[in-house]
DNA sequence: TGTACATCAGTGAACGCGCGTTCACTGATGTAC
DNA sequence: TGTACATCAGTGAACGCGCGTTCACTGATGTAC
């Protein structure tokens, strides 16, 4: 038993380790962008540079856990989010109130979103498994709709036909997130979605830095309005 | 005269020479993404690496001129579009002409794109004069709103009302690029224009790989019911 | 038209720096008997 | 409970590489008289 202790304590310094590396990591990525250095995290914690190979295998394996964080952290954020409105009718409160979530994610850790959302890494390929933590955002938006169609309370109109290639595609995103949906519904939610984060990417990288002033109320009116185009109603 | 010629001859090989500096730097753009390396360009060219600094005054001058040219080339790209719809009244056939030629070029030029509308390069600061180049295609879509909106051809309804805040800002871009419109339209152009790049973003930085295999159908989609929403009729 | 001088492109060596990764090692901590 | 051994974290030196930028230089090309 103490032998047991002993040995999860080694266990939990150790897990401790690779949150502290990789919390340099974060604090390294805010000065130097996506051009991580081995070197100058070993430094800021006192270490020599070959000691965080006890931790991370390569360069690539701590980005690719960098990247796994960022996704489940804010794929936590919208669920919490999304689970946070009370009155689970309140489809048009649950979307902005995901959305908000997101955008306050990202725009406090606006590397992290740039990890995730920016240009790819020149060199890196993301592993597999980085897929389904990418997508729990998804979910959480999908299941808004899927609630709000059900209730009868998703105004479908003036909706576009995607052309025939893409039928299948939708229906297949659509079997997984929003099931009683139709291919233009979930296509408009895919569409929504978009917008939000090219919104998001605008600020995060300076585009809209000479055209407004508060950002967050830019924001909050693309939320509104991308609400109206997806036919949700309060 | 001749002097005068051989002068100009002079000048214009050093023209040529600012340009094929500038095309290796972005075959280099295509592999190491925007780490830029000045000998790398130098070795393409089978030059010594100090040899570019005849040309050059820093790797960051270098790099505001190619964002300068990706900047100017989108936005011709985007002129050309607009302009090569024979019919001025149809209003619709001109947007989608744009988007269209957008998404053209930035496939085509995936890291020109990143260059300009990805994540930040770290630590480079980009000077004033890519303002202006940098809204020419935000022109174009804008003279397409304002010629359907004086035509009565744009349909404005369910619109929502951007804040207090947002409206002086709102009306100094309409100001700009479309004098006629309200903020309320004028917040929407640029809702659909923040689609379309999130769009392009979401395509090129591979988020939509698993999800969609014809993708320039699903961008298709995407600038039709963006139309819808703008309020563009055919 | 021919000659002397100025301008400019490109060279090659060097400075000072940073990087990822490997490897043999030293000690400390945990484990088995 | 005490001791011998195994595991593991962290060290320090090294390998081999790449980078941006400076500087004194060599020749070739253009200019002025």
Redesign the interface.
Known sequence: MTERAKGSIRARVRAEMLDEIKNAARRQLA?????LSLRAIAREMGMVSSAIYRYYASRDDLLTALILDAYNSLGEAAERAGTSVADRADHLGRWAAVARAIRAWAVARPHEY?LI???????YVAPEDT?LPSIRPVVVLGAIIEDAFTAGRLATT?L?R??M??RP?LAR?AQGVAPSVSEPVM??AL?AW??????L??EL???FK?????LE??Y???V???A??LGLRS
């Open positions: 000065e130097g962008g996506a051009n740039a959302y920016g240009s790819p890494v020149p060199g897929v003036e576009s995607p052309a290639v893409l595609e995103v296509a408009r569409i978009t917008e939000l984060f090219g919104a990417s605008f990288f300076g585009r000479n055209t407004f002033t508060d109320a830019w909050e009116h693309q509104w309005d991308m109206t185009f």
